[in-house]
């Protein structure tokens, strides 16, 4: 059974930071590409982020760019998301999530496992 459980969310104020960690199980975590989404209150699920299986590669939404950094440790079946320069439109409940790919994917439906989410709330 697949699992995938994040932490680290909360809140913070704008500017700050926070690390998101996604610990998976239940699968064969170097065989799967990994992704960050976010949904607000309202509005769809959105991509964030995504590392590639071995993490040689990454594809961020322009949003983040520059602000967030996704990673990875394939010896502990971990993904991480560093998020700097947070502001209140970061503010969403983050999910992680798995599809098994040698490369990158961003469409949301293609992920095949999902964890429950964590809440960041980024006040101004």
């Known amino acids: 059974q697949v699992q995938l459980v994040e932490s680290g969310g909360g809140l913070v104020q704008a500017g700050g930071s926070l690390r998101l960690s996604c610990a998976a199980s239940g699968l064969t975590f170097s065989s799967y590409a990994m992704g960050w989404f976010r949904q607000a209150p309202g509005k769809e699920r959105q991509f964030v982020v995504v590392i590639n299986w071995s993490g040689s590669n990454t594809y961020y939404e322009d949003s983040v760019k520059g602000r967030f950094t996704i990673s990875r440790d394939n010896d502990k079946n971990m993904v991480y998301l560093q998020m700097n320069s947070l502001k209140p439109e970061d503010t969403a409940v983050y999910y992680c999530?798995?599809?098994?790919?040698?490369?990158?994917?961003?469409?949301?439906?293609?992920?095949?496992?999902w964890g429950q989410g964590t809440q960041v709330t980024v006040s101004s």
């Open positions: 999530a798995a599809v098994r790919t040698s490369g990158l994917e961003s469409r949301t439906h293609h992920y095949e496992h």
